[in-house]
């Protein structure tokens, strides 16, 4: 008699999602630390675990990553308040250690996931074009034709990733990201609350201006609107607010 059971309950493989999030870095504009965004990773993660699905979380350097204080929903600005998902997975001990130890980007195995989802935050603007190890898996992944996924000022990866043919990889892509209204929107509140002098900006550079220049075909559904956007195997979301619909994305493609 065999000792394996003939009929196991779940005995499709799970699927798998590398998710990954920045290291902390320092803001070349401003002065602030910088990081990721709690809920780029926290709202993909939940669906996903929701479908039975298995996650493991990367960074380009691993360790410890630290998000944006504004992404915390404990943070004194109230900004993310409201965020119920993260603040249960901040509270959660086994969920928060993910974020205290990430795997190198580079370990990562492209044949062992099914996709690749880079989350945003403020610190992708200023560090990824150094990421080099992250770059390279990305296009791997594209070119494997598995799901490839940027989700707002993440998709700054796509102003340095390359194919092997030397084109821009969002070259004739429909593409979302941070929009230059949320950047704007962005600007006036520092300014308003005195944070930064009119004359300098939150980021180096925009995410819709730097995709328009590559080739990409750029579209937003409006500020603050959550809203991502599949063109093949490449996915991506407008901004924080559009973790969920990011997930639904890869979640539809992959047919589960």
């Keep these: 008699m065999s000792l394996l059971d003939p009929n196991p309950v779940n005995a499709r493989r799970p699927k798998r999602i590398a998710i990954v999030i920045s290291n902390p870095a320092t803001s070349s504009t401003s002065g602030w630390p910088v990081g990721f965004w709690w809920s ?122 390359r194919l092997s043919s030397g084109e821009y990889l969002a070259k004739g892509k429909t593409v979302t990201g941070f929009a230059n209204v949320e950047e704007e929107f962005a600007d006036t509140a520092v300014w308003d609350m005195n944070m930064l002098s009119r004359d300098k900006h939150v980021m180096p550079w925009r995410i819709e201006n730097e995709m328009k220049a590559i080739g990409a075909n750029y579209v937003q559904a409006g500020m603050w609107r959550a809203f991502a956007v599949r063109d093949g195997n490449l996915v991506t979301g407008q901004q924080n607010f559009s973790g969920g619909e990011t997930a639904k994305a890869v979640i539809a493609a992959l047919g589960e």
């Design 40 to 161: 780029e990773l926290t709202h993909p993660y939940f669906m996903f675990a929701e479908k039975g699905y298995e996650i493991e979380i990367f960074s380009e350097q691993g360790g410890r990553c630290e998000a944006d204080a504004m992404s915390d929903p404990r943070d004194s600005s109230g900004y993310s308040a409201s965020d119920l998902i993260s603040m249960g997975f901040i509270a959660t001990p086994r969920l928060a250690a993910l974020v205290d130890d990430t795997r190198k980007v580079a370990d990562i195995d492209v044949n062992s996931f099914d996709a690749l989802i880079v989350a945003g935050g403020q610190a992708p603007m200023f560090t990824y074009q150094d990421a080099k190890d992250l770059q390279r898996k990305f296009v791997e992944f594209y070119e494997s034709g598995k799901l490839t996924c940027a989700l707002c000022h993440g998709v700054a990866i796509l102003r340095y990733v």
